[in-house]
């Protein structure tokens, strides 16, 4: 197999550590093994792309979206007559919680 740099990637604390402990246990297993982080990594990746990627993109999309931008590019896209009927929403809303009705129920 061709090595093919790709840059350095981050992993939290936990991934360090179960790289490291899965490490151990494959030389625990058989300590001739010619294997390194970078190898596993690349076993792992390839190994998930090809058996559990498609199944669990949608939970990858959520547990990762950035909602900043995404309200910002839904905020550029609107029309100004959108934008004036959603601040007059806004500030009903903003109305509808400050009424002394709503302050009494707290």
Known sequence: MKVKKS??????????NS?????????KV???????????????????????FEKSKSRLVLAHQDKK????DAIEALDVAEIEATLKY??????TDDSPEKSHKN
């Open 7 to 16: 840059g350095l990637i981050h992993l939290t604390e936990d991934a360090t």
């Open 19 to 27: 790289m490291s402990e899965m490490l151990v246990e494959l030389f």
């Open 30 to 52: 058989d300590e001739h093994l010619k294997i390194n982080h970078s190898k596993l990594a690349s076993f792992i990746l390839n190994e998930y792309r090809s058996k559990y």
């Open 69 to 72: 931008k995404h309200l910002k």
């Open 90 to 95: 806004l500030d009903k809303i903003k109305k």
